[in-house]
Every structure is written in structure tokens, then in C-alpha cells.
């Protein structure tokens, strides 16, 4: 029967755990395993915080072997060959009958010269820990550099003129005329206002052209010497799709149906990795739920963007909910509130209490630092 075949989900991350959770509610019986080379989901979204050392790694870590009846299986998932039906990973040959990868994406460099050899990104705990550790080794007066003003430079560059005083310039450059492209002016401009108020030195409709040591150069000849240059400027499809095979857009997104469905069958793709919706957490959320019913043959809501909070510090946020538009402690409390219900959708409201009030690590986690 096409419900009881057994499912293997690659990833995870905010698509593959949303999958997972609403196959569940709908169907106890079909076999589910999750890889990931990593033993917990890492909340990606809230990793400036982790980056600024305002919170500490593992708060934003949900380990995999704390959510009930989950088979997990640590690898990482190198190639694969979808005639035998079976992937090859660092853990050895996995054979799957329904394949759901949900493996996120990976930094671009858009070509900058110097960008992979002089710049730290920032995806994942390792990068997060790494800009935390980075940053408290530098000389107080050595400049720091965030390119990217779109949501994850935004972000860390509020989060680290609130927690590292010692950071006496801050300057974020972002290629687009304004902050936070393709939201509306109003809250770009909020956040401007906001970075302008912590300090941080904005510099907007300028590229970086190309990055050498301790200095970065901007298109219009602006040179800016950096101790620390933080690369956030978009992303990429993850590589793992083209390896496998899998026909991509321009982006190299897997390309899939309106049911994520691939050309190849029984093989979807949820999340960063396919194409046709922007990039973001919110979407691998509803992607992922929206496969599980597909699966379990319901019908679903069409997706759509329900908008974006961005977190700008002391619990303040500027974004878009639905039409409306928001700014100050309200979106800074809805992501709040967004963030404990995740948590609660995956480890249970225990867990997620317990994070609410404060304890805001979850035990057992063997960090990567
Ligand atoms: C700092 C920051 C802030 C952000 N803020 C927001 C926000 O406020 N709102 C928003 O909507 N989006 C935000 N995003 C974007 C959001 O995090 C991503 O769009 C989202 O995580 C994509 O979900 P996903 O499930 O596709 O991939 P991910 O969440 O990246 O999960 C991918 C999973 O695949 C695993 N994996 C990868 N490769 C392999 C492999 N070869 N083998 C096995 N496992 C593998 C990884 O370990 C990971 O667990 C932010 C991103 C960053 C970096």
C-alpha cells in the first residue's frame, strides 16, 4: 500500500522536522527515518544571537534523539543512485522506497573575488560559534564588516552592537539602494533607523567588489579595513541536489511539481532546496507540512508568504505580518512566540516552557565548540 512504503527524509531542518511532525499526526504506521550529519535540528534563525554571543549554542539546538519515536540516523549523504533506490553516506549504503530531501542551502559568494578565502559566513552552529569566538579575540578598536543587509546581516549586525560594546565600528554594506530588499521601504527604512541608533554604520546601493586581507573593496573604490568581514549575502541551492542528479533551475534548486514531486520518482524536495519559493524558514515550514498531506492523500492550504519578522535586539523587531506592518516590541514578541511553538511542536510543551523561562539550553547536547 503507497502509505505504509517506507519514507527516508535527508534534512533536518525546518522542512524535513515540519514533515516529519505532520506525517505523524496524520498517519502512525507509514516507517519514517530521518539523516542528518548533524545529531540535532539547528534553529537557523535565531544563529545571529549565537554569532553576538547574546545567547549560548546550545539554546538553539533541538537534539534529534529528544523528539519520541523519531529513527534517526547520523550521516551525511554524499551521492546517491535513484535506479537501485539508495543513497551513499558517511554511515555506509541506505536504501529508501520514498525519498524526501530537505537538505537547505549553502552561501553564495556571487563570484566576489576573496569572498570564500577572507570571509566568515554564517549558517549553522560551527559559523555562529565561530563569529562569537572570532569576535572575542579581536582587538577592541579592530573593525568589523557585515556584507549582506538583507534579514541574517540586519540581524547580526543589531544583535552585535547590542552585546559586544567593545566593537567600536560596525559597518554593514548592502549592494541594494536600501536595507532588507523586497520589503516594503517603510521598515527598511525602521531598520536603518534602528542600526543608525546602535551605532552601526550603514552603507546601502554599493557591492563589494572584492575582499583582501583586513581590507575590503567596494565597488565605487571605498576601501574598508575589517579585523572580521562577515559574508551574508544570500544563498545557494545546496550542492547535494546537482550531485545527486537531479534536474535544477538556473539556482540549481531541484526542480519539482506543485506536489514536490521531482521528475525522478518517489524523490521530493521540500525547503531551500527546491525551487519556486523564496528562500526562507517560514516556507520550509509550510512546504513541509503541505508534503505530508500530500502523502497521507489530504488536501492542503496553497502556500503563501505569511511575512517576515526581523529580530533588531532588546526584543525588538520590524516586519510584515500578513498586509500589516510592524515595528517595536510587538514582532519582537511574535517571533518569540513563533520560535516557543516550533519548539513545542517538535520536543513537546515541556521542553518548551522550559525554554520560556529562561533555562534556554536543552540538556545532553555535545556541542561542536
Ligand atoms: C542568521 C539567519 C537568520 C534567518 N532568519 C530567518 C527568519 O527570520 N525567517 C525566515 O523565514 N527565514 C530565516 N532564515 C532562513 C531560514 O533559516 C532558511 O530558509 C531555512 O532554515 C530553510 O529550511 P530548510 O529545512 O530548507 O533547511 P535547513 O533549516 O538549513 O536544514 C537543512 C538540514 O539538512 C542537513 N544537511 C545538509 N546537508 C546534508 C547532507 N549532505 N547530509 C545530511 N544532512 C544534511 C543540515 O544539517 C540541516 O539540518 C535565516 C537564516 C539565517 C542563516
Not at 28 to 35: A, D, G, S, Y
Not at 112 to 140: K, N, S, Y
Not at 222 to 228: I, R
Not at 244 to 273: E, K, Q
Request: positive net charge; proline residues 6%.
Amino acid at each position: 500500500m503507497q502509505q505504509n512504503r517506507s519514507i527516508l527524509v535527508v534534512g533536518g531542518g525546518y522542512a524535513g522536522l515540519a514533515f516529519i511532525s505532520q506525517l505523524r499526526q496524520y498517519d502512525q504506521t507509514t516507517p519514517v527515518t530521518l539523516i542528518d550529519k548533524n545529531p540535532y535540528h539547528t534553529m537557523l534563525v535565531e544563529s545571529h544571537q549565537v554569532a553576538a554571543g547574546s545567547r549560548s549554542p546550545a539554546s538553539i539546538l533541538l537534539p534529534f534523539d529528544h523528539i519520541r519515536n523519531l529513527r534517526f540516523l547520523r550521516a551525511e549523504v554524499l551521492g546517491g543512485d535513484f535506479r537501485a533506490k539508495h543513497l551513499e553516506t558517511t554511515a555506509g549504503r541506505v536504501s529508501y522506497d520514498r525519498l524526501v530531501l530537505a537538505v537547505g542551502s549553502v552561501d553564495h559568494d556571487f563570484g566576489v573575488p576573496g569572498v570564500r578565502e577572507h570571509c566568515q559566513t554564517l549558517r549553522g552552529l560551527d559559523d555562529a560559534v565561530a563569529i562569537r569566538d572570532r569576535l572575542a579575540a579581536l582587538p577592541a578598536d579592530a573593525p568589523l564588516v557585515i556584507a549582506g543587509g538583507g534579514l541574517t546581516g540586519v540581524e547580526l549586525a543589531a544583535h552585535i552592537a547590542l552585546h559586544r560594546a567593545s566593537c567600536r565600528s560596525l559597518t554593514l554594506v548592502e549592494a541594494a539602494p536600501s536595507l532588507l530588499p523586497g520589503l516594503p521601504d517603510h521598515l527598511a527604512r525602521a531598520a536603518r533607523r534602528r542600526l543608525g541608533q546602535l551605532g552601526v554604520n550603514v552603507i546601502t546601493g554599493t557591492p563589494v567588489a572584492r575582499v583582501e586581507p583586513g581590507l575590503a573593496h567596494l565597488q565605487d573604490g571605498t576601501a574598508l579595513p575589517y579585523g572580521l568581514m562577515v559574508w551574508a549575502c544570500g544563498v545557494k541551492a545546496h550542492p547535494l541536489v546537482a550531485a545527486l542528479g537531479l534536474p535544477t533551475d538556473r539556482a540549481g534548486r531541484a526542480l519539482v511539481g506543485p506536489d514536490f514531486r521531482t521528475p525522478v520518482p518517489d524523490v521530493y524536495v521540500i525547503g531551500d532546496s527546491a525551487a519556486g519559493h523564496t528562500p526562507s524558514a517560514q516556507l520550509a515550514l509550510q512546504q513541509g507540512r503541505a508534503l505530508a498531506a500530500r502523502l497521507s492523500g489530504r488536501a492542503h492550504a496553497p502556500l503563501r508568504n505569511k511575512g517576515v519578522l526581523v529580530d533588531v535586539g532588546q526584543g525588538r523587531a520590524v516586519g510584515l505580518v500578513g498586509r500589516l506592518m510592524l515595528r517595536g516590541l510587538l514582532p519582537g514578541w511574535l517571533k518569540r512566540v513563533t520560535e516557543i511553538a516550533w519548539i513545542a511542536r517538535v520536543l513537546g510543551w515541556r521542553a518548551a516552557i522550559g525554554h520560556l523561562r529562561g533555562a534556554g539550553t536543552v540538556d545532553g547536547v555535545r556541542l561542536p565548540v
